[in-house]
């Protein structure tokens, strides 16, 4: 009896496997609109064979490639003569989507055994040949969307271009494999993601678009401003730091990954490991982000002497680093006056050349922003005067520090 039971359950699951519905998959063959047949097909899926969800999935197709053509054929007629006969644009842009859609379901089924248990696809190389210029035209579809600040449908139909370029369907279509435009585009629907909130799409669509020549940089900073719109808990945090860290480790050189980790360990008050990770940066890629945050480090250890050597060397790769210039100039302050009540109160020769030393660098500071717009100057050089006992020039300050 256990064995018969056994039988029967086999027979039913192979039943089930070559379901046909031979009434559903003939209305669905008949239908006349796209809507009308997405609804049947929605309906009846699960009682159709793989033969037949192919065959349905096709008809979809057939019938968003009549709709595009018909108003395509509308819009590069206009063209060609100067025309300007009314078509549906939109209708033409959401057809090549629900085209190419259908086209990676059938290719699915179409790939299965048939009722007959063989793999005989009869849809894929009809559909890889006439999908790929309606493809192409999810760049426009992408960027009227933008434009009109429709970003939902933007991602949608950017992103619908970047994800097909790695469907098997295409994988023999040389147009699909070596496209060119695919780190633009995975940039525009990262934008277009980050725009619309979708943080998680944007983060992986500025993935995609990391290698591309024109966008990498950009998308790198959408990538790394989604990354951090997601930090909502500790398992956020514990992936943003994953995954900076494995774009830190791709390219040590890149000064942004090196600087988000200073920032993450900063946050999370892991101060040992900041320190290793900046000890270990300025010894083996030295750059001037990182001498500037070894200074940083130092200053708030209050490592002066330190801090001003490192800051020194970032000032030696770029001199125009004014952050790095007034933090110089606060250590070279400070620095002389440990030296100063080392010494009871007695401005050493040591201490008086650190000051002007600030004093040369306050002023340069004061040269290039005036008005204050980037570094609050006036108050470390009154204290460099005050300290160095040049009344006059501190004097002179008065009216400025608080401001």
Known sequence: MKKIMLMAAAAFIAVSASAQNPAAAKQIKGAKDYQ????????????????????????????????FNKEQNVMLTNQVTKKNDPYDKEGMYEAAKNALNAALECYKYDQLPNAKG?????????????????RNTLINAGQDAY??????????FFGLYVDSKSAPLFAE?????????????????ALAAY???????????????LGDKESGKDAMDIKI?????????????????????????????????????????????????????INTQVANHPSKMAWAL?????????????????????????????QVQFNLALCLNNQAITLKDAAGGTLTAEAKALLEESIANLNQIKEKDPNRETINWPYTLYQAYYLI???AKAKELESLVGQ
């Open 36 to 67: 009308s047949a997405l609804g049947l097909v929605n309906s009846n899926l699960q009682s159709l064979s793989n033969d037949e969800k192919a065959a349905a999935y096709n008809k979809l197709v057939d019938l968003a490639m009549d709709k």
């Open 389 to 391: 006992g040049d009344e």
């Open 118 to 134: 063989k793999v005989a696809p009869k849809f894929t190389k009809k559909n890889a040949d006439r999908l790929p210029a309606v």
């Open 195 to 209: 725009n619309n909130q979708d943080y998680a799409s944007a983060s992986k669509y500025s993935g995609e678009a």
């Open 147 to 156: 434009n009109d600040k429709k970003f939902e449908a933007a991602k949608e």
């Open 294 to 322: 070894k200074g940083e480090s130092d200053m708030g250890e209050q490592k002066w002497a330190e801090a001003v050597d490192a800051y020194k060397k970032s000032l030696a790769m770029d001199p125009e680093f004014i």
């Open 225 to 277: 401003l989604s990354m951090k719109a997601q930090l909502k808990t500790k398992e956020d945090s514990v992936k943003y730091l994953s995954d900076i860290k494995a774009l830190y480790e791709k390219d040590p050189t890149d000064e942004r990954m090196f600087s988000l980790l200073v920032e993450y360990y900063t946050s999370v008050k892991d101060d040992a490991t900041k320190k290793n990770l």
């Open 173 to 189: 279509i040389p147009a699909v494999k070596d496209d060119q435009f695919y780190g633009q585009i995975a940039y525009f629907a």
